[in-house]
């Protein structure tokens, strides 16, 4: 009796369908990966600047002025991880001092001031 050989080659059908599937991973990775950052992006511009004064006036400060904010590495720039916003402030404290300072703030959370 003679034994059948393994398989050395893959058809032309074979190969195309090979493709497709792994076409059709590296798409849907592609869409999840665009569709995360989608949601950050809107989650991020979606905290009111409103947490950043209310947590500015909860510290003691008068005044309050957003100066400007940024959504782009907040980690780096002295926020927390769970932290999506950062805000740079004015403020007249206690003691009747303009100062300048960030505020670190998240939809799912409330402001932390941070000083400069």
């Known amino acids: 009796m003679c034994q059948q050989l393994p398989k050395l080659y893959l058809t032309p059908e074979e190969v195309v369908s ?5 076409r059709l991973t590296i798409i849907r ?7 995360v950052f989608i949601g ?19 510290a003691g400060y008068s005044q309050v002025r957003i100066v400007n904010s940024t959504i782009w590495a907040v980690e780096l720039r002295g926020c927390g991880d769970k932290d999506t916003k950062r ?3 004015t403020g007249v404290n206690a003691q009747g001092e303009q100062r ?6 998240s ?3 409330g402001g932390t001031v941070r000083s400069r």
């Open 29 to 35: 990775s592609s869409l999840a990966i665009v569709a």
């Open 100 to 105: 300048t300072f960030y505020v670190c703030a």
């Open 18 to 22: 090979m493709l497709r599937s792994e």
């Open 87 to 89: 805000f740079t402030v």
């Open 40 to 58: 950050w992006y809107f989650m991020a511009n979606a905290t009111s600047s409103s947490k950043a004064i209310n947590a500015a006036k909860d």
């Open 107 to 109: 939809l799912l959370k």
